[in-house]
C-alpha cells in the first residue's frame, strides 16, 4: 500500500487528506476531516486570504484559498479519483472497450459488399494463410511500413481477412455519411465510424521534423530514452513553468502561446517552423522557435497537449516524462485515450480555452505542489505500464481476430495485389 495524499479545505486551513491505493488493483479514497491548528507564520487573519507555506519552504502571501476555481479543481480530483476503478492489466485489458466501441456499428457482420463500398478510403489489405498482401502502391509508404510491422510480427495469430486501412490523418467515414462500412483509422471523433488502431508511428514514420527527419517512431526507443531523461530531471529539479513546442497546425494553441508571451515565468509556449511556414504570420507574428527534443520536455512540470490536424502523436510521450500533462479538448481519440481518466492521470482542459482560464489552472498547481507530483506519477505509471509495446501488438491481435469473426464471406486473393 503506498499513502499519498488529497487536498481538502477547512474553515481554517488546508488540510493532506491520506490517500490509499493499491497500485495493481484498487484505489481506496476516503476523506478525513479533522480541526488543524496553523502555526503562526501560516496563520489567516482574514476570512479569504492567508499566507500558504508551499512544499519547498516558499512563502506567497495573500493567496485566496477559497476561491470558486480552487474549491472546483479539488472537487473534482478528490471524485475522480474516488470513482476511477484500475483497468485490467492482463491481455491489454485496459483498451478491450475501445476494440467493442469500435465493432458495435458492425455487430451484424461485414458484407464484402460493405467493404467494396469503401474501398477508396485508404490503402486495401488481405490476410490469407498468414501471408500478407497489399495495394501496389500506399500514399505514405514509412506510414504502411508501420502498419506492417504489426501484422508481420503478429501474422501467426491473425485469420484470414480483408480490411482497408487508412493511413491518412483524418478519420473517413463519418455518421451521417452515405457510404457504410468498416475503415481503419489511427484516430477519430465520435462523428466518425472509423476503427481505430494503433498509429503507424510506433513503430514507423510519425511527424517528420528536423530533430526526427524520419519521424518519431520507434514507441520502444522513446519509453527508454524519455524514462531515463525523467530521472535526470526528477519532481523537485524541474522548472516551475508550463511548456509547450509546436507548430501551428490549430488555432487551439494561440491561447497558450498569447499567455506565455504575456507571463513568460508561467509558461514557455512558442511556435516552431512546419513545412508550410513561409512567415511570422504563420507563427502569430513571431519569429519561430527552436524545435525541442521530447527528453528536454522533462525539464518543465506542466506539459500541454493539444490536438493537431487530428490526435496529437506526442500525447502518450509527454506523460514518461513524469511531469503533470494537460490535455486540452476532448474530441480527438486514440486507441488507449479511453484507458487514461482526467484528473486521475492528466489534466483535462476545455477546448479553445482562454488566457484567464489557463493561468489560473497553472496557478492553482503551483500552489498545490503536491497534488501535481502525485497526478503526474499516476499518469507515468499508467502508460508505462499500460502502454508497453507489447500492449500494442496485444491490441492489434484482439482488433484483427474480432473484426475477422465478423466477416459474412470467403477471403479469396486480390489479383490486384502484392505480397509485403
Not at 77 to 96: S, T
Not at 131 to 145: E, G, N, Q, T, V
Amino acid at each position: 500500500m503506498k499513502a499519498s495524499h488529497l487536498l481538502a479545505y477547512t474553515p481554517h486551513s488546508i488540510i493532506h487528506i491520506p490517500l490509499k491505493f493499491n497500485m495493481k488493483n484498487v484505489f481506496y479514497a476516503y476523506l478525513l476531516f479533522a480541526k488543524v491548528i496553523l502555526s503562526k507564520e501560516n496563520d489567516c487573519t482574514d476570512t479569504n486570504t492567508c499566507t500558504l507555506t508551499r512544499e519547498n519552504g516558499d512563502s506567497h502571501k495573500n493567496v485566496n484559498m477559497y476561491s470558486r476555481e480552487s474549491n472546483e479543481y479539488i472537487t473534482k480530483i478528490n471524485k475522480a479519483i474516488a470513482d476511477y476503478q484500475p483497468c485490467v492489466e492482463k491481455n491489454c485489458g485496459c483498451h478491450a472497450g475501445t476494440i467493442t466501441k469500435a465493432l458495435q456499428p458492425f455487430k451484424n457482420g461485414i458484407t464484402k459488399k460493405m467493404i467494396d463500398t469503401v474501398r477508396q478510403y485508404g490503402t486495401k489489405y488481405q490476410i490469407i494463410d498468414k501471408k500478407i498482401y497489399r495495394d501496389p502502391s500506399c500514399l505514405f509508404p514509412s506510414r504502411c511500413a508501420g502498419i506492417e510491422y504489426f501484422l508481420k510480427e503478429n501474422i501467426q495469430k491473425i485469420p484470414d481477412l480483408e480490411m482497408i486501412v487508412n493511413c491518412r490523418d483524418w478519420p473517413q467515414i463519418n455518421t451521417h455519411h452515405h457510404n457504410f462500412g468498416p475503415v481503419f483509422s489511427f484516430s477519430r471523433t465520435d462523428d466518425y465510424l472509423d476503427i481505430m488502431y494503433p498509429a503507424w508511428s510506433f513503430w514507423a514514420g510519425g511527424p517528420a521534423i528536423s530533430l526526427y527527419p524520419t519521424g518519431l517512431g520507434r514507441w520502444d526507443q522513446h519509453r527508454k530514452s524519455i524514462n531515463d531523461a525523467s530521472h535526470v530531471w526528477p519532481w523537485s529539479e524541474k522548472k516551475s513553468q508550463g511548456f509547450f513546442r509546436g507548430s501551428r497546425t490549430s488555432s487551439e494553441r494561440d491561447p497558450l502561446v498569447l499567455l506565455s508571451r504575456e507571463d513568460p515565468d508561467l509558461v514557455d509556449a512558442q511556435y516552431t517552423k512546419n513545412q508550410a511556414w513561409k512567415s511570422p504570420k504563420d507563427t502569430l507574428n513571431a519569429e519561430p522557435a527552436k524545435e525541442i527534443s521530447l527528453e528536454d520536455h522533462c525539464q518543465y512540470k506542466y506539459l500541454f497537449n493539444f490536438r493537431g490536424v487530428a490526435a496529437s502523436f506526442r500525447f502518450k510521450h509527454l506523460f514518461l516524462c513524469k511531469s503533470l500533462v494537460f490535455h486540452v479538448g476532448d474530441e480527438w481519440q486514440e486507441f488507449f485515450y479511453d484507458s487514461l481518466k482526467p484528473w486521475v492521470h492528466f489534466i483535462p482542459v476545455a477546448k479553445n480555452p482562454s488566457t484567464d482560464e489557463l493561468r489560473k489552472l497553472l496557478n492553482f498547481f503551483k500552489e498545490h505542489d503536491h497534488l501535481a507530483k502525485e497526478i503526474a506519477e499516476r499518469g507515468q505509471n499508467h502508460i508505462w505500464e499500460h502502454l508497453k509495446m507489447k500492449d500494442v501488438h496485444c491490441y492489434w491481435r484482439k482488433l484483427l481476430r474480432k473484426y475477422a469473426k465478423l466477416l459474412k464471406f470467403e477471403v479469396k486473393l486480390d489479383p490486384n495485389l502484392i505480397q509485403v
